[in-house]
């Protein structure tokens, strides 16, 4: 579609162009999803972003900001306008008595932890990885793990959004508290975040502990065992009943870092392991002894480190795969590992049942004021569960993510925003509060669907809502054969 831009405009868009645009293919960390936008463009300031907006009210075009792209869906994705925000780095404040530092939006986790630990502060909790941008990790809920600790949104204290009107709105729990709430978990529907104000501690050391125990043990004492330290996870290897535990204290305990084996780790652990679920796709019944073999060549034993907070929270998420996360109420924990566990083995019996890879997660995360983020209003337990894609081939994995999703429906579940899940308006409209009062406030920010991308459009949008002709659709990487 060619834009009849005004010459100012024109050139104002051919300054922002980021690196060759004609022809860019955005392409997720997963490699499940790609789009090619028809401008690619990295604004630098608060400004920029603002006239962008008017241009594309304007002119009937959608705007989509991204960070990494590490979400394993389409959040990030469109066709018509899609902005870069890596430029929008800086440091914006730092309250040294408070313990927060304000930033750009575009900063990335990795650089806002050096930023952190320059200035002796760090985030309280960390997710997996430190690649995505602030503002996608709080826009998604990003969450580690903690019963005393909240998910990322809830550590932002004041936030600056553009909505879809140009408007920049300020806001926090005392000022426009309603869009405060709603914009910290808001997955782009609402505006452009810019800057934002984050609520840090001092920084602290971990001392983490993995060790093995039975899924059994872990379920039976599951109240102890969320309550046994800080942070605490735990790995279920399916077909068995072995669990890798892991908890986490502040410690003052001098560094000692893990050592790591290039054996284990490396050969074992990422090589070979690959290698061997590159033959499962053609002998699934592989499946049970890899997860068996891996246990024992790498979990089956104490595992000790102490180092700086981040490096502990992070951890190598290996090579592409599927994962699918939802989080229930952490007192039906147990029911969803028993009812997974169930079918798993009903499926174990069948000669063409279902065979499924290591591992099904769980972390814990406490309850939250943010309208849209999992935890609002209730402590849960986020139960992911994977299926790696060796060397980017497809792998079987609808039934049982189809199976996973109903168990947790059942059981009062909430997806991880990030992830691709099956839950669209009038299940979102049950499950969340205040689903109405967001939809509300989404009608206000963007009256002309400036944010709206198929995403937006098929999981938040009421059927109703008649399509824009500037709404995109994005396409799956993940339809080739094996048949899913």
């Not at 990322?152 to 140009?166: F, K």
């Not at 986020?382 to 894609?389: E, G, L, P, V």
Request: proline share 5%.
């Amino acid at each position: 579609m060619v834009h009849l831009f005004a010459d100012s405009e024109r050139a104002f868009i051919e300054k922002l162009q980021c690196g060759d645009a004609k022809g860019f293919e955005l392409r997720n960390w997963a490699n499940t999803f790609r789009c090619k936008p028809q401008y690619y463009l990295a604004p630098e300031t608060e400004c920029e972003v603002v006239e962008l907006v008017r241009i594309a009210v304007r002119h009937g075009l959608t705007l989509k900001p991204v960070g990494a792209g590490y979400s394993p869906s389409d959040l990030a994705c469109t066709d018509s306008v899609l902005l870069n925000m890596d430029k929008m780095n800086r440091i914006l404040a730092h309250d040294a008595y408070a313990c927060t530092l304000t930033v750009e939006a575009g900063v990335r986790l990795h650089q806002l932890n050096a930023m952190l630990e320059q200035r002796g502060m760090a985030l309280s909790s960390l997710g997996s990885i430190s690649e995505q941008s602030i503002a996608g990790a709080i826009s998604t809920a990003t969450h580690s793990t903690g019963m005393a600790f909240g998910d990322m949104s809830s550590a932002i204290t004041h936030l600056v959004i553009i909505d879809g009107t140009g408007r920049r709105r300020e806001c926090s729990a005392t000022v426009d508290p309603d869009l405060f709430n709603a914009a910290r978990c808001s997955i782009g529907a609402l505006g452009i975040i810019t800057q934002v104000t984050i609520q840090c501690e001092p920084a602290f050391k971990l001392h983490a502990v993995q060790t093995p125990d039975t899924l059994d043990n872990v379920l039976n004492t599951l109240d102890e065992v969320v309550f046994s330290a800080e942070h605490v996870r735990f790995w279920w290897f399916p077909y068995t009943d072995s669990v890798t535990v892991w908890r986490a204290n502040r410690t003052t305990l001098p560094k000692q870092p893990r050592a790591k084996s290039y054996w284990i780790d490396r050969v074992i652990g990422y090589h070979y392991f690959q290698l061997r679920l590159l033959k499962s796709r053609v002998t699934p019944n592989d499946l049970p002894g890899i997860n068996q073999e891996q246990f024992a060549a790498r979990f089956d034993r104490r595992i000790e480190s102490v180092d700086d907070s981040y490096k502990v929270f992070n951890f190598d998420c290996l090579f592409s795969h599927h994962v699918n996360e939802w989080a229930v109420p952490w007192e039906k924990a147990t029911d969803v590992f028993r009812q997974l566990q169930s079918w798993i083995i009903a499926e174990e019996k069948k000669p063409d049942g279902v065979r499924v890879q290591f591992p099904v997660q769980a972390r814990f995360v406490k309850e939250s004021d943010v309208w849209l983020s999992p935890t609002y209003g209730q402590t849960v337990c986020y139960i992911a569960i994977i299926m790696y894609r060796p060397y980017g081939r497809a792998v079987p994995y609808k039934k049982y993510w189809r199976v996973y999703e109903d168990i947790m429906r059942t059981q009062g579940g909430r997806p991880h925003w990030a992830k691709a899940h099956k839950m669209y308006h009038y299940d979102l409209k049950s499950s969340y509060p205040k689903f109405d009062d967001f939809m509300r406030l989404r009608s206000e920010c963007d009256p002309n669907g400036v944010f709206v991308n198929d995403y937006i459009r098929r999981h938040i949008l009421p059927p109703s809502e008649p399509l824009l002709a500037s709404t995109t659709v994005s396409q799956s990487l993940t339809c080739e054969k094996p048949r899913l």
